[in-house]
């Protein structure tokens, strides 16, 4: 399970670092398979960014990826309910945690994105014209292939991911659960405690 989550936490944050170098009005389909191509393809050829530098993936995070998402609502989603019994001080430290969080678990599972292809991206119809789920899958020699879903939204401007599904398991509702045991049994603060003590020890066993 954890190897299942670095790798949604991977996918997820490479696609929108290189969300700046695709076209903004593209297609749900072909947005997810440039970029998806492009993250493997950066991956691939550029030491720092493989060998999980961490200033080099901050910088990736800070001037590729943040610009892209909304990521306070994606935080939200993953507090669920309690989010509206945060303050703003929990709220932005919270956030900044969280963040931290898929950091440092995105820098310690980016080789697990090494000798991967795309195959063509489908979709798959919403109710809602806003929403649609597209459809991947990596592959590669001698490994079981997997199956990797993008949540798109359209913000009336163009398709932005908001969730990454890899073997059945979505990012933000993994966490969603994760946090919901936590803030049923000690609250917002024992959460924030929580995700300190996370990213504490995922930062010192970087190298490792």
């Not at 899958?137 to 949540?151: G, K």
Request: hydrophobic share 45%; with cysteine.
């Amino acid at each position: 399970m954890k190897k299942l989550i670095s790798l949604i936490v991977v996918f997820f944050l490479s696609v929108f670092g290189v969300a700046a170098t695709a076209e903004p009005s593209l297609a749900p389909e072909k947005l997810v398979m440039d970029v998806s191509t492009q993250v493997l393809d950066e991956i691939k050829k550029d030491p720092a960014l493989a060998a999980a530098d961490p200033a080099h993936v901050n910088q990736l995070v800070d001037k590729k990826i943040l610009p892209y998402t909304d990521f306070a609502t994606m935080t939200r989603m993953a507090v669920g309910p309690s989010w509206r019994k945060a303050n703003e001080a929990q709220r932005k430290e919270i956030m900044q945690l969280f963040r931290t969080l898929l950091v440092a678990v995105y820098s310690g599972a980016l080789k697990e994105a090494n000798n991967y292809t795309v195959e063509p991206a489908k979709s798959r119809p919403s109710n809602d014209p806003r929403l649609t789920i597209v459809r991947t899958r990596l592959v590669a020699s001698q490994r079981d292939p997997i199956q990797l879903d993008y949540r798109l939204m359209n913000t009336g401007k163009d398709w932005k991911i908001f969730d990454v599904c890899v073997g059945g398991v979505w990012l933000v509702e993994n966490y969603r659960s994760q946090f919901a045991s936590v803030i049923g049994n000690s609250g917002l603060t024992g959460l924030i405690a929580q995700l300190k003590d996370r990213v504490q020890k995922l930062e010192a066993n970087k190298g490792k």
